[in-house]
């Protein structure tokens, strides 16, 4: 008789854990719930991800497209500064940028060029007869006179209100003092009516020439010099006529 009781207590457990075997299966559902929902969540988080992305790429695109136009307006603003407005001409600052450029070139592959620079004559007594109108004019035609005489590679400048500079590349010594009298001969050449009276200007030049050596402010000064000693000698000249 025990040993029944004891058969059917074991038996009566045995169902029991069966009857509360489907409960604990039913516990699996929230758990895919979960699942989806963790997954949802990390779908969502990427899709987020994604968004910030894009927005990060249209910043940069943005931000790149506004350097570009900063630069641009740098380079434009620094043009002006280098720029003669008056003859569309590099002035002082623009052309010893270009020569200092160009030296640096000479002393590196061992080039060869030539610094011209030219004294227009009798600008003053222009502009105080006619007025500075007609020593604009003047100026004018000497730009283009001088540029019909130089290559596109040569470079022109205006270094002060009467005084120009041309930089010449590829010449020998004798060449570029060919070039300087070519200049003055053409500079002479033009003529101006003015209150019914005929005009002429003319311009004195010197040479210096570049060299692996050479530095700036020796060049100009040289070429300089070189220009007054040809004014006195084109004066003792004109006299001598």
């Known amino acids: 008789m025990r040993m029944k009781k004891k058969t059917t207590v074991a038996a009566s457990g045995a169902a029991k ?3 509360g075997a489907p409960a604990a299966r039913k516990s699996r559902p929230g758990k895919t719930a979960a699942k989806r929902a963790g997954t ?3 779908g969502t988080g990427a899709a987020t991800r994604g968004a910030v992305a894009s927005g990060d790429k249209s910043t940069i695109r943005s931000l790149r497209a506004q350097l570009a136009r900063a630069q641009a307006r740098i380079e434009e603003l620094q043009a002006s500064a280098e720029t003669d407005f008056l003859l569309d001409i ?3 600052r623009g052309f010893e940028r270009e020569l200092a450029r160009s030296l640096s070139f000479i002393k590196r592959y061992q080039a060869s060029g030539a610094l011209i620079v ?5 600008l003053k007594p222009i502009n105080d007869a006619f007025g500075h109108a007609a020593g604009d004019e003047v100026l004018k035609a000497i730009v283009a006179a001088i540029s019909d005489q130089v290559r596109a590679s040569d470079v022109i400048g205006r270094l002060g209100g009467d005084e120009f500079a ?3 590349w590829n010449l020998s010594e004798i060449d570029a003092r060919a070039k300087a009298a070519a200049l ?3 500079i002479d050449r033009l003529t101006f009516m003015f209150r019914n009276s005929q005009v002429t200007a003319g311009a ?3 040479v210096a020439i570049l060299t692996a050596h050479s530095d ?3 060049v100009l000064d040289e070429a300089d010099r070189a220009m007054y000693v040809r004014k006195a000698q084109r004066r003792h000249e004109s006299r001598e006529l």
């Open 17 to 19: 854990r069966r009857k």
């Open 40 to 42: 949802k969540r990390a």
């Open 90 to 92: 590099l002035n002082r």
């Open 118 to 122: 030219l004294d227009v004559d009798r």
């Open 166 to 168: 041309v930089l010449l």
């Open 184 to 186: 003055e001969e053409a």
């Open 204 to 206: 004195s030049a010197g």
């Open 216 to 218: 700036i402010d020796r």
